[in-house]
């Protein structure tokens, strides 16, 4: 799965949910952020997409596919991870106990095998108010985390602030051009059309990487010397 023998190269992991995930091909033009993320890396770098769409903390952590990542992952190598949507569903967990007592497994085991730990907290949902402002549907799971990282020293990408910006610079319609909106009959995969407000389209995962990009520049985190420049 990852290639141990060279040593030069760092593995980048990621976990997550449906935001970030791979979408197989049934469902494009569906897709996480993580499936465009190793396009914007030379070839120094390698991306191990973890994410599974309906996945919590606990979720992920319970299907085994945190101690895959952690049988894998190796020093000076990254785990970056984003949890929140499904935290909120019934199988899931309560912001400031389960949630960040499970964060914290991830961070540990990260920093156990010498690894750099980076949070990330979810990408807001589209939810516009009849003002035209995004309304948080997150409650307090990604207040929960910031404190998390700042309690436990984790660097951390504030991506629910930094999708509130790039939504509201968009505004309501032009802001469907990065999720699956689709008329009837415009896709194959989706012949009676679709209005999602949580996934993103190809374009739009593109676009939700580069600014996961800019929180890795603005970190300062030495993945920064091995990124492409980006349009």
């Known amino acids: 799965m990852v290639n141990n023998a060279t040593s030069k190269r760092i593995n980048v992991f990621l976990a997550g949910d449906s935001t970030m995930a791979n979408c197989p091909n049934f469902e494009k033009p569906m897709a996480g952020w993580g499936q465009m993320f190793s396009e914007f890396f030379t070839e120094e770098i390698r ?35 984003q949890f929140g949507h499904n935290d909120q569903k019934s199988y899931g967990t ?7 007592s499970n964060l914290e497994k991830y961070v540990i085991g990260a920093r156990e095998k ?8 979810s990408v807001h949902r589209r ?4 003002k035209g402002e995004i309304v948080n549907s997150l409650g307090d799971y990604p207040k929960a985390m910031i404190e ?7 660097p951390l990408i ?18 469907k051009k990065l999720f699956v909106w689709l008329e ?14 949580t996934h993103f389209c190809e374009m739009g995962a ?18 920064l010397t091995s990124i492409k420049a980006i349009d």
């Open 47 to 81: 991306v191990y997409n973890f994410a599974k769409g309906g996945a919590s903390t606990n979720t992920f952590i319970e299907l085994g596919h945190l101690a895959i990542i952690l049988d894998f992952i190796q020093q000076d190598d990254y785990l970056f991870i």
């Open 94 to 100: 309560e912001p400031y106990t389960t949630y960040t």
């Open 114 to 121: 010498g690894a750099n730990p980076i949070l990330l907290t």
């Open 127 to 130: 939810n516009f108010n009849e």
């Open 148 to 154: 998390l990282a700042r309690k436990l020293e984790v």
């Open 158 to 175: 504030n991506m629910w602030e930094k999708t509130e910006k790039l939504y509201q610079s968009l505004g309501p319609e032009e802001s």
């Open 184 to 197: 009837e009959k415009e896709h194959p995969n989706y012949p009676n059309g679709l209005q999602d407000n």
């Open 206 to 223: 593109r676009e939700i990487g580069k600014h996961v990009i800019k929180g890795i520049k603005e970190l300062q985190l030495p993945l």
